[in-house]
């Protein structure tokens, strides 16, 4: 009796587990069935990009701003208060604009003492000069009496020579008037040679008086220069930056007072990242962004220090500014890195990211499916995204975010049409 009972348990066990397999194997039939082996995307959905080759130039994206190319300090030319100020930092100015002006007592009395002076030795410079004039005008005189003399002693010695001739004067009469001549003759050549080193000594002596009088013209130009630099001006067109004075304020010589900067000569100061900057060239080529298109400038100077990781490049533009430009106003720039030929890349797209390897999916040629590939991006240059490794000329890649798939290898697509 308790073998049948045995017997019969064991063929019901054997029946129930023949049941539960029948039912596991219906329901992984019924599941394949109905998931495919691969997931199916709709290919319109798809955003795709074609990976082109060719050469690139590299232009790496930077911020920066606009400043004034031509600057000038503006500090006290003297010691002075501050009597007078016309002008607030922002306003435009013109080379010849008033800003503000200065009163020195002191420096008005050193103008008209160096004024009342320069005065008095022109009146002496003058009175110097006509009392040579008269020198040489007597000695002229001297001159004359002596050539008179000589004219004289010719006569005497012709009518002796005469009369020496006829037996009627004696021979020592002749002898004495032509010693006469000589002498007078010899008298007149020794007061040429004094006459013409008395206007030497006078030509000089009136070149250093001159030279006085010039020196202290200088000091009156000197003098008042800085008298009328009291009147402080901008000295070039453009915009007042900044006023450092107050009225009332008393300044030293020296010390700044003032900024201006042009307004319509501009330059572009830009932040390089340091790991850029090596790259960078003197001359190279820069595109600022600005609505109206892009400005095209040239990297004219590049900083040597550091600062928070930037270098800051100094970009002159190359084409008439637009009149809204204004210093301090934020630009963004492409600055020209180096050309890449035969380079891969591809148009950026929202979901691709520069610098770094990214999973993404490729449309095989010819097939409906994805084929799932690392792709390792470079730098991004404008609107082109150059690509390291992992695609070829020629070949698609789907753009789309499609992160919730990378378990699968292969995608396929219910059209071929991409």
Known sequence: ??????????????????????????????????????????????????????DIDIMTPVYGQYASRYERLISAPAVGQVSEIYLRAGADVEADTVIAKLTNPDL??????????????????????????NEQLTFQAELADIDSQIQSAKLDVDVNQRLSEQGIAAKIDLERATLKYQQLQKRLEFANYRFEKQKEMHKLELQQQQILLTQQQKQVDLVSNKVTALTITAGIAGTLQRLDIELGQRVNQGQAMARVGSKSQLMAKLNIPQRMAERIQLGARVDLKHPSGMLKGTVKQLASVVENGFIIAEVHLSEPLPTNLRPAQPVNALVFVERKENALYVSQQPGLKPLGAQLLYKHLANQAQLQQQEITFGELTGTELLIIAGANAGEKIITNDLSQWHTYSHLALDTAKL
């Open 1 to 54: 009796m308790n073998i049948n009972i045995e017997h019969t348990t064991k063929r019901n066990k054997l029946k129930i587990t023949l049941i539960v397999t029948t039912l596991i194997l219906l329901a992984c039939i019924g599941y394949f069935t109905v998931q495919p082996a691969m997931p199916q995307l709709n290919a319109s959905t798809l955003n795709v990009v074609t990976v082109q080759q060719g």
């Open 108 to 133: 008005e009395q050193q103008f008209y003492e160096a004024q009342a002076k320069l005065e008095r030795m022109h009146s002496e410079f003058a009175a110097f000069k006509f009392q040579k004039q």
